[in-house]
């Protein structure tokens, strides 16, 4: 049989549901951007790929499988067991260049596991979720990967085998393959189900971002492995770098970590060794006191928050939770290679809400929830914002829905007439906090209308909307099922400033899905290129798919319903009600804030959901595992952060403001302390309302002033204020 091309093999591994990607040539390391996130089955893709780069090996994400990777042609493993050799062999099997081999199962339902080092036994190893292989024809050192018996793959992923029920419970539940039948220790968690907790704990701590705490976050996450659930120091190292590194910016280096490790492993603790692991249900980073893990790190983190007496702050989006599969990733990927400042996080922004358009008043999910969601963009100036409204605009006039494209809120009642005229449209904005101001200040109430208006179509999406009676007219009309896309972008400060405590418990702000994109991108010389003719057919399907009854001009949608599987039904319902205990926390404190968010969480995450099953298939979508698990982490994450912000930025009163500026000014300054003279200037104020906002920072315990050290030149002691940890950590 002849050798297919390394291209040739990637393309027919996609054509079968395999996703895959570019490695070096002549090594593993993958060469896109975001490694195996970003395997994809798209042919199109993976031909530009091969084009640019011919001999690059081929990389198969694992995601859904269960590959056992043997290592060494005498290795050992199971060799008195032929029973359990054969079971394995039912593998579909591939060799590797130095004699190794992967044997490739899928992964039961229900199931989810990752990747693990030398758990079944010394140099064997298993590739899952978050995990890949190099696949046939792939060549290291002159030597290919080749199929067993000169097969190649050719089931479909759901066809492959399950594992045997033995190497399930071994991973299930961390039993070793050599004793399979030993009881478990009842006074003691077994390994594996040790670091899963660990892992589940190590998942949702904040990434380490540099200038954004950076140094404190890195050492709690090794604090928390190596001392709060007691792992071996190498055994922390390894997770960090596995699970943890690849969401931090930048990744730290092994040595740099590997210190981290072993400060954490050294240095006494406010808690005893084992805490975590010790409580049968730890509670989520965002329910801990840190402070006990970071209190004996003055000398070597930055500067940073420690603990917080308010919601902690995970951080920016993580990047892997900016894909979604299909067609809102074809059109990012359009965006970003053409756009003259190549924003991922403008471009999933805009492809999220294209994607909602299209689909507005055509699905729903089996709780009847639709598309429509209110998107904002975080970005500075010139950082690549209106980038994705254009390819938004060339999209919908090329598959002639045009017409459902507005920009600005004029008024409540231009929203209403827009809509009523056509019921599904996508409004893309620029500067959407000068709107919320004018909502703030105006003293008549039109702006008023504006908020009024989004708040009451977003609840209406599935139902009907009453038009106002106007002047002369006896029927006011209705709108059927009405369906708003907001896109809308903002300067970062500016938004959070604008907004008040009156637009966080109305509902407006929990119904944003707000993401900061941080630093402009660095620059790129434009393109011009035809929208990929993928993306304008998936376009032109849903232009022209109109489920429901009538004609064109009298049409009553019947959006159809995409179904969940089980697996992602109890996910979803997981997610509810860890939203409902939040919100419930949140009702005894007193907060109403939190309450307004927690409470929007479930529909929220169902919403994204659906929209993940009809942009991965959009002619037969079904909301899986993947979707429901993705959108809880998305929405999980958002929340958090919503929360966290809005407490760092929102003001009760004009000196409530006033105070956050302060200390928003203090918290940028090197060493978080400033000169009376500089902090006076920069506070813009004359010197008694600085002294009375001084006087009452003092009190409150958030700043201190000191005396700073004299000039070269003398003359008299200069003041200066410090930000306390207190301040420092809300």
Same mark, same amino acid.
């Given at each position: ?224 492995? &190596?001392?709060?659930? +007691? =792992? @071996?120091?190498?055994? !922390? ?7 943890? $590194?690849? /969401? ?124 429509? &969601?209110?998107?904002? +963009? =975080? @970005?500075?100036?010139? !950082? ?7 390819? $938004?605009? /060339? ?336």
């Amino acid at each position: 049989m002849t050798t297919p091309s390394l291209s040739e093999a990637a393309l027919a591994y996609a054509r079968l549901g395999y996703a895959v990607f570019p490695c070096a040539p002549g090594g593993k390391a993958p060469i896109t951007k975001h490694g195996y996130k970003d395997a994809t089955t798209d042919e199109t893709r993976i031909e530009a790929w091969w084009k640019r780069n011919p001999n690059a090996n081929i990389g198969l994400a694992t995601a859904g499988l269960l590959v056992v990777d043997v290592d060494g042609a005498e290795n050992p493993w199971l060799g008195d067991q032929p029973e359990r050799q054969q079971e394995l062999a039912r593998a579909t099997l591939s060799f590797t260049p130095s004699g190794g081999r992967h044997h490739i199962f899928r992964q039961p339902a229900g199931r989810a596991w990752g990747n693990t080092s030398g758990k079944l036994a010394p140099k064997v190893d298993t590739r899952g979720n978050g995990g890949y292989i190099v696949a046939p024809p792939s060549v290291i050192d002159g030597k290919p990967y080749r199929w067993a018996d000169g097969a190649e793959l050719v089931s479909l992923p759901n066809d492959l085998p399950e594992p045997p029920s033995w190497l399930a419970t071994v991973l299930d539940n961390g039993r070793t393959a050599k004793q399979p039948s030993a009881p478990p220790r009842t006074t003691i968690t077994p390994p594996d189900d040790l670091e899963r907790r660990a892992l589940a704990y190590l998942d949702a701590m904040p990434p380490a971002v540099s200038g954004q705490g950076g140094h404190n976050a890195a050492y709690a996450a090794a604090t928390a492995m &190596v001392h709060g659930f +007691g =792992l @071996a120091p190498d055994r !922390a190292l390894a997770l960090l770098l596995a699970h943890y $590194n690849p /969401r931090c910016l930048p990744p730290w280096s092994e040595k740099e970590l590997r210190h981290k490790v072993e400060d954490a492993a050294s240095k006494p603790h406010d808690r005893p060794v084992g805490w975590l692991r010790d409580q049968e249900n730890a509670p989520p980073p965002a329910d801990v006191d840190l402070s006990g893990l970071l209190a004996k790190t003055a000398t070597t983190a930055e500067p940073d928050r420690k603990s917080s007496p308010g919601p902690l702050d995970p951080g920016p989006m993580p990047d892997d939770l900016l894909r979604v599969p299909g067609f809102i990733s074809e059109v990012m990927d359009h965006s970003i290679e053409t756009a003259p400042y190549p924003n991922t996080v403008m471009a999933f922004c805009g492809a999220l809400a294209l994607q909602a358009f299209l689909a507005g008043r055509k699905v729903r999910d089996p709780g009847d929830n639709r598309t429509n &969601v209110y998107l904002l +963009g =975080l @970005a500075h100036s010139a !950082a690549g914002k209106d980038w994705p409204r254009k390819i $938004n605009t /060339r999209i919908a006039h090329q598959v002639g829905i045009g017409d459902g494209l507005g920009e600005r809120f004029a008024s409540g009642e231009g929203v209403q007439d827009a809509l009523f005229i056509k019921p599904c449209m996508l409004f893309q904005t620029d500067e959407i906090d000068g709107m919320l101001q004018s909502i703030n200040k105006a003293k008549d109430a039109r702006h008023e209308n504006v908020m009024g208006t989004l708040l009451t179509m977003y609840s209406a999406a599935n139902s009907i909307f009453p038009m106002r009676r106007k002047a002369g007219k006896e029927a006011p009309g209705a709108i059927d099922q009405p369906c708003l896309v907001i896109f809308g972008t903002a300067i970062p400060n500016h938004y959070y400033e604008a907004l008040s405590e009156r637009m966080l418990t109305n509902g407006f702000f929990a119904r944003m899905i707000i993401l900061e994109s941080g630093p402009r991108p660095k620059g790129q010389e434009p393109r011009i290129l035809d929208l990929p003719p993928r993306v304008l057919a998936t376009a032109k399907w849903w232009s022209d798919f109109r489920p429901g009854t009538g004609n064109l001009d009298d049409w009553h949608p019947v959006p159809a319903v995409v179904e969940h599987t089980d697996d992602a039904k109890r996910v979803l319902v997981e997610t509810r009600e860890q939203a409902e205990a939040e919100y419930a926390k949140a009702e005894a404190a007193g907060d109403p804030v939190g309450t307004t968010v927690w409470g929007r969480v479930s529909e929220q995450t169902r919403k994204l959901a659906l929209i993940h099953a009809v942009s991965e298939n959009h002619e037969a979508p079904r909301i899986g595992l993947a979707a429901a698990e993705w959108a809880t982490r998305f929405v999980m994450h958002q929340t958090r952060r919503m929360l966290f912000m809005a407490q760092a930025h929102v003001a009760e009163n004009p000196f409530h403001a006033d105070c956050l500026k302060l200390i928003e000014k203090l918290r940028d300054a090197p060493e978080r302390s400033l000169p009376h003279s500089v902090l006076l200037k920069r506070m813009k104020q004359d010197a008694k309302a600085f002294r009375d906002l001084v006087t009452t920072l003092v009190e409150r315990g958030d700043i201190v002033i000191a005396q700073a050290q004299q000039s070269k030149h003398g003359g008299r002691p200069m003041l200066e204020y410090r930000l306390t940890e207190q301040a420092g950590d809300a």
